[in-house]
């Protein structure tokens, strides 16, 4: 009796257990997100436990079949995978409320069911009916498409059982409930406890499962830290809410290389691939507008041309404002001390406001000398020449510094027709001379500034 009142407390963001309430979670460090939850009514290593005991065998006798993968149809979304679905697979896809989890994976699930597979999409958030509306809205309603609203777990995986799908989606994890679990839906122990019962459908019958999952404002995906531990890959679909381009991006795949991504357009009949996302970033560029520079950067194994923009003016009164978007705050304002150090470009004084063009958020370093072009283009207010890009890291010493991946990105560029392309001179070594495209090696970003102004 004593042990089934026994009440534990649930950190929110990490499912760190305590029997006494804490205003910190001791594991996570988060702040008062402490929950009082019932522990499971199932005893841990008892009768509920999903996997008997199984004796180990020699890695050798393991028996491969060969790697099977299921194409979607939908290339950006199988690449992003590593190559289509594969049987027994957990997927999670998580991204913010709104940007279009449902549309895209009812989209694939579309693809899928125009063959002979089955598929099963299960909606915790809405009703038939509702799903019935988008699908006639994106044009995909296959006969072989089964939909259910449904949030009850057990029931959900009898329907599987009974049904036998081919492809499994819940509609988002955050809605599942389990009876065996005393806390509501969308608590950390509920997810677990979800998660852990279709992965063990997973892994037995073989069919892969998709998860949705909402992710908080910090970005995390809302809910337990563990669940992007459980599963074989996580997905996460991002964008700006006002920007019609979604970017899915693989951040963890047990199948397949991370940090591939997938480019898309939200129009209104549902999701459209976008295979050459160069040409539509660089699309609305002004020529000769200065402050404006086109580099290159890698997004998995796929170099992107995007275009930075710098506008720099004279402050009013106060502190000058530094605002940037899509690029890394403190990489910027480290380009500029350099810039005022090195090369005397005064830009105490001024408001200095950076952008990259579509939405599109850029880390890498091998951008550096791109946004030095950019303001020092429109700090000068002289554009940089026609059908000429710029590569390369930039160190305190006002040093350009060597990249990755050199020969990828080149041919891009010589791909969207630039004729010029200014690179470290550590770097150019690695790559093959190509017709149609001079590669200016320098050392220093005052090479930079002699080359471009
Ligand atoms: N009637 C409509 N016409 C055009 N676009 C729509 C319409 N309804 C929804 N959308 C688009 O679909 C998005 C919602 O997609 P949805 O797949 O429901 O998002 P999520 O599942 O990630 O919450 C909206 O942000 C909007 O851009
Ligand atoms: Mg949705």
Known sequence: MKKNTRIIYCCQECGHQSPKWMGRCPECGAWDTLVEEKPPASDRHGKNDPSPHTAPVSIDSVTLDAEYRVLTGMQEF???LGGGIIDGSLVLIGGDPGIGKSTLILQVLNGLAQGPRSVLYISGEESVRQLKMRSQRLNTAASNMLVASEINIE???STVDSVKPDVLVIDSIQTMFSPDVASAP???????????KLMAMAKQSGVPVFLIGHVTKEGAIAGPRLMEHMVDTVLYFEG??????????????????????????MKEAGLAEVPNPSAVFLAERAENAAGSVVTACMEG?????????????????GTPRRTVLGLDHNRVSLLVAVMEKKLGLNMAGHDIFMNVAGGVKVSEPAVDLGI??????????????????LLGEVGLAGEVRGISRLEPRISEIRKMGFTRCIVPKS?????????????????RLGEMMDLLF
């Open 186 to 196: 969308g608590s950390v122990s509920q997810v677990r406890e979800a998660t852990m």
């Open 301 to 317: 194994s796929r170099p992107i041309l995007v275009e930075l923009q710098a506008l720099i003016s004279s402050a009013g009164f």
């Open 427 to 443: 770097s150019l070594k690695a790559v093959a001379k190509m017709d149609g495209i001079e590669l200016i090696g320098i050392n």
């Open 240 to 265: 700006d809410q006002n920007h019609v381009f979604r970017i899915l991006r693989a951040v963890k795949n047990r199948f397949g290389s991370t940090n591939e991504i997938g480019v898309f357009e």
């Open 78 to 80: 199988d690449r992003v």
């Open 372 to 389: 030095a072009a950019a303001v020092a283009s429109s700090f000068l207010d002289r554009a940089i020449p026609d059908k000429m890009m």
């Open 155 to 157: 029931i959900i995986l």
